[in-house]
């Protein structure tokens, strides 16, 4: 059986485009998956915070969306001071306030 303590799964409305949010916490650090329609792993970037200090790389590119997922994943390796691995498969472009969103939930859930 597979343990499902800790694990936060999220649809997340934003401009009538429904995106799902998974959280998976560890010890040192959280994967982060959000996808809209097919559950893939898209573009994926790897961030490690420690000390006030953030690292960045990118493991799968993106044509677009590359300053929010940086963002986002350097944000929560920053806040749980520990490693994110963010992935984010999308069907087209989010608009800033679709971002604020995601960031905002995103936050919300590592708390």
Do not use: H, W
Request: hydrophobic share 40%.
């Amino acid at each position: 059986m597979v343990s499902q303590v800790g694990y936060r799964k999220k649809t997340v409305n934003v401009d009538n485009r429904d995106f799902l949010v998974q959280i998976v916490p560890f010890d040192n650090g959280n994967f982060i998956s959000i996808t809209e329609g097919k559950e893939k792993i898209g573009t994926l970037v790897v961030s490690i915070g420690s000390g006030g200090r953030t690292s960045t790389a990118t493991v799968i590119p993106s044509k677009s969306e590359t300053i929010f997922l940086k963002m986002v994943s350097e944000r929560v390796a920053s806040t749980i001071n520990g490693i994110c691995i963010f992935s984010l498969n999308i069907q087209k472009e989010l608009n800033l306030e679709s971002m604020k969103i995601l960031m905002n939930e995103i936050m919300e859930i590592i708390k």
